[in-house]
């Protein structure tokens, strides 16, 4: 299983950016993913989820109207448009699917926010 994430940056308060995590080594389509992020000294936060299918999303409440989680499971991949970004969505954004009996988890990109 590989789970690779990119797109992280540097982006001024106000700003746009999108993430894209690229799935391999399982059977995308069948699973739900999800973003996560973590700050620096906190707990890591869910921050999107979408269904294996696509058609059902959840998000974070801090993120709701700003964020969008989007796959194409032709490409297994998935995607997280983060507009109007802050400076506390800065954070480590990690891409992740649970295949019981265990969660995985990428490498994950930095997000700083910051003017």
């Known amino acids: 299983v590989q789970l690779v994430e990119s797109g992280g940056g540097l982006v001024q308060p106000g700003g746009s950016l999108i993430l894209s995590c690229a799935a391999s080594?399982?059977?995308?389509?069948?699973?739900?993913m999800s973003w996560y992020r973590q700050a620096p000294g906190k707990e890591p936060e869910l921050v999107a989820r979408?269904?294996?299918?696509?058609?059902?999303?959840n998000y974070a409440d801090s993120v709701k109207g700003r964020f969008a989680i989007s796959r194409d499971n032709a490409k297994n991949t998935v995607y997280l448009q983060m507009n109007s970004l802050k400076p506390e969505d800065t954070a480590v954004y990690y891409c992740s699917y649970y295949q019981p009996p265990r969660d995985y988890w990428g490498q994950g990109t930095q997000v700083t926010v910051s003017s």
């Open positions: 979408i269904a294996s299918a696509g058609g059902n999303t």
């Open positions: 080594g399982f059977a995308f389509g069948d699973y739900a």
